[in-house]
């Protein structure tokens, strides 16, 4: 009878007494994502030969809106990405919206060079991308 009633007593005081907080522990844990990205693996043949692999490119984006001078920023990014300075205020334009892609796909060294330059609103992002080594494969 002591054991029945000090399991009753303790169903009482966590539905009573620490309920709401239990419930809302329970609902956080039950909610919570988590998001796990692995590295993609190398893709061989039966001999061993890379067909397929995964390579880390860089690219440069600008915020167009908070740059405050756009003129400046072409003048100086113009000879690291290898284009004028016309192409790039073209890009920065406020008509072309407020995010724009630079360049895509640029080296290390250029990646670098760019955020040397330490100009608010650009950007360099990381993604990686599949590089297949014969292209087509029948």
Do not use: C
């Amino acid at each position: 009878a002591l054991v029945w009633g000090w399991l009753w007593a303790r169903a009482w005081h966590l539905q009573m007494i620490e309920g709401s907080d239990l419930a809302s522990k329970a609902r956080r844990q039950h909610l919570a994502s988590e998001s796990v990205v692995g590295e993609r693996g190398m893709i061989l043949d039966r001999n061993g030969q890379v067909l397929a692999r995964s390579v880390e490119s860089r690219s440069v984006s600008a915020y167009v809106r908070s740059i405050k001078d756009k003129h400046q920023a072409a003048q100086s990014l113009a000879p690291i990405l290898k284009m004028s300075q016309k192409e790039i205020l073209k890009k920065l334009s406020p008509a072309k919206g407020n995010f724009v892609w630079l360049a895509r796909k640029v080296d290390d060294t250029t990646a670098a060079s760019v955020a040397k330059l330490n100009i608010n609103s650009i950007y360099i992002t990381k993604k990686i991308r599949r590089e297949y080594q014969f292209r087509h494969v029948s």
